[in-house]
């Protein structure tokens, strides 16, 4: 069984959930999943778990994510981005590039975002897009998001702009270009989306669903390793450590506390760290527990 993060570029079309499915087939493995979903219209980064992997992809949503968007000015839709239905028109011809501009960074912090129908976020256990296919739509408690950063690529008077976000997870960047329009008076949509970054993981480093299974196709264990992320470069943060062989070796593989009489070297600080098995395989979080004068599991990757 393979275990790692592969930095997929999902390709336009695909949801999170087709780019597992087919990676099942690639792969020939079950244990797979992503990590936070992609909206079907937009590409980019998708960081996809494989075995011991899985156990880290609630932790990939919570990172900050980095996008490159193109917005639309003038159209309103039900969905927010272009492929929608157009629920209203206006006028951008007389807005200047310095109010756009203006309008675009004044989103920039923390502000509440209302999520769009369109999504799959739940409301009393139903997905909001269940809703919406059926015509209905419900009031959505706006959620507390950050706009970490956005640098603006280019204006087109009366007609749009482009510009990257790096955000905080839960971040609708669609809702962000309506919320933009709605400021200016015109009304706003996205009209593509491509995700750069999540976490560590970029688009200069990602691969296609075609480019990964030709790699499988070659049968070169290797080459297939070698685009796998180790769990571990998550956790790079935390001081990596290894266990001595005997006891200490046993207790680890046990999910037991470690003292540090377990450990190898000097540890400076006691807090988070990365463990290791005597060979040097990456096999654990664990923390310092002041009660126990000892490190107990945080996480294990056996």
């Known amino acids: 069984m393979l275990n790692g993060i592969i930095n997929v570029n ?34 980019g980064v998708l ?6 992997a899985t156990r880290v992809c609630s932790l990939l949503t919570d990172w900050d994510k980095c996008y490159r968007a193109k917005m639309r000015l003038g159209i309103k839709t039900d969905t927010q981005d272009i492929s929608g239905t157009v629920t209203k028109t206006g006028d951008a011809s007389g807005i200047s590039s310095e109010d756009i501009q203006s309008a675009i960074l004044s989103f920039v912090g923390s502000y509440d975002q209302i999520p769009p129908m369109y999504s799959a976020k739940k409301v009393d256990g139903k997905k909001l897009y269940e809703l919406a296919r059926k015509g209905v739509e419900i009031e959505r408690k706006p959620c507390r998001v950050t706009i970490a950063d956005i640098v603006i690529e280019s204006i087109e008077p009366g007609v749009g702009a482009v ?11 669609r809702t962000l270009c309506n919320d933009i329009g709605e400021k200016l008076g015109c009304g706003a949509c996205m009209e593509s989306l491509e995700r750069t970054r999540v976490g560590c993981f970029d688009i200069k480093d990602a691969l296609t669903l075609s480019e990964i299974e030709e790699l499988f ?26 266990v001595k062989s005997g006891p200490g070796e046993k207790a680890l593989m046990n999910g ?10 000097e540890i400076e600080g006691r807090g988070m760290i990365r463990v ?10 664990y923390k310092w527990d002041e009660k126990l004068r000892a490190f107990r599991s945080e996480k294990m990757f056996l």
């Open 217 to 242: 196709a070659a049968e070169e264990p290797e080459k297939i390793q070698g685009v796998l992320r180790s769990v571990d470069c998550l956790f790079e943060e935390y001081p990596g450590v290894k």
């Open 276 to 285: 290791y098995d005597p060979s040097g395989a990456f096999k654990a979080i």
């Open 256 to 265: 037991n506390i470690l003292p540090v009489r377990f450990l190898e070297g």
């Open 163 to 173: 510009f990257t976000v790096t955000c905080s997870k839960g971040t609708y960047i």
């Open 47 to 52: 960081p996809v778990c494989l075995g011991n």
């Open 10 to 43: 999902k390709s336009a079309g695909f949801t999170s959930f087709d780019v597992v499915a087919r990676l099942r087939s690639i792969t020939h493995q079950k244990k797979i999943g992503h990590t936070g979903t992609l909206d079907p219209d937009a590409t």
